[in-house]
């Protein structure tokens, strides 16, 4: 049985009582708020394993306020979004802001049941590594990954990064000067078994715009064409 405890925040009952028929049998302590102010009250007493946001609450952008103000707490819980937007626009902003997967009204309960106990079974496995293997610092080059804190530096400087993207560099940070394919990449960090090309090439480019000193002509994270990319923490030509 689940002890896991995750947060819905969506000002609609009807969904709310959805998803919570849908996790309802496997365990996992479902709590509900419907704005940004009571998400706030409740985050301040309880420790959540992962976040439902809607992202219109009250206001058009509820949801990525506060999935901001949830990253500025804890940098590497999950945070999955529910949306009744479906440009590829409005994806983006949503992995840009922080989401580590964004879902679409109306959704399947059975598949959005999968993606949640798929996403907390990784959480655990990356917690269990963590306390059979103490971790200090990753260090290449110019850039530092702090595995306690989850923080990750360039010249000492901090740069925030999304829950995914964190994942995605402590990847590349234990494994430097090597070239993998988008579907080891994907493999590696999401773990969930539907590959997505596109969805690594995006935060490809998020860590990109976030370490480069000119993104478009890329140092560090370079593309190795017909197979996929490599982290060069020196910053060599490849």
């Known amino acids: 049985m689940r002890d896991e405890k995750i947060l819905i925040v969506d000002d609609d009952p009807a969904i709310r009582r959805l998803i919570w028929k849908s996790l309802q049998s496997t365990g996992i302590l479902i709590y509900q708020t419907d704005s940004v102010e009571k998400t706030i009250a409740i985050n301040s007493r309880v420790s959540f394993d992962l976040f439902l946001l809607d992202i219109s609450l009250e206001h058009e952008n509820d949801g990525y306020h506060l999935a901001q103000l949830i990253r500025e707490e804890n940098p590497t819980v999950p945070i999955v979004f529910l949306s009744g937007k479906s440009d590829e626009k409005d994806m983006i902003n949503g992995y840009e ?39 200090g610092d990753l260090c290449s080059g110019m850039f530092r990954f702090d595995q306690k804190r989850y923080q990750f530096f360039k010249n000492d400087q901090p740069i925030k990064l999304s829950s995914k993207e964190i994942m995605l560099m402590r990847f590349f940070m234990e494994n430097p000067d090597q070239v993998f394919s988008k579907e080891q990449i994907y493999s590696n960090v999401w773990q969930d ?29 370079k593309t190795v064409w017909g197979i996929g990319y490599t982290f060069l923490p020196e910053g060599d030509a490849f």
Do not use: C, W
Not at 121 to 129: A, G, I, Q, S, T
Not at 215 to 221: I, S, W
């Open 97 to 135: 802001i922080g989401a580590d997967h964004y879902i679409t009204k109306p959704f399947s309960p059975a598949l959005l049941k999968a993606q949640i106990v798929s996403i907390l079974d990784r959480r655990n496995v990356l917690r269990e590594k963590g306390i059979a293997k103490p971790e």
């Open 193 to 221: 078994g539907q590959f997505d090309a596109n969805t690594v090439m995006v935060f490809i480019n998020h860590l990109r715009n976030k370490i480069e000193d000119e993104p478009k002509q890329a140092r560090f994270l």
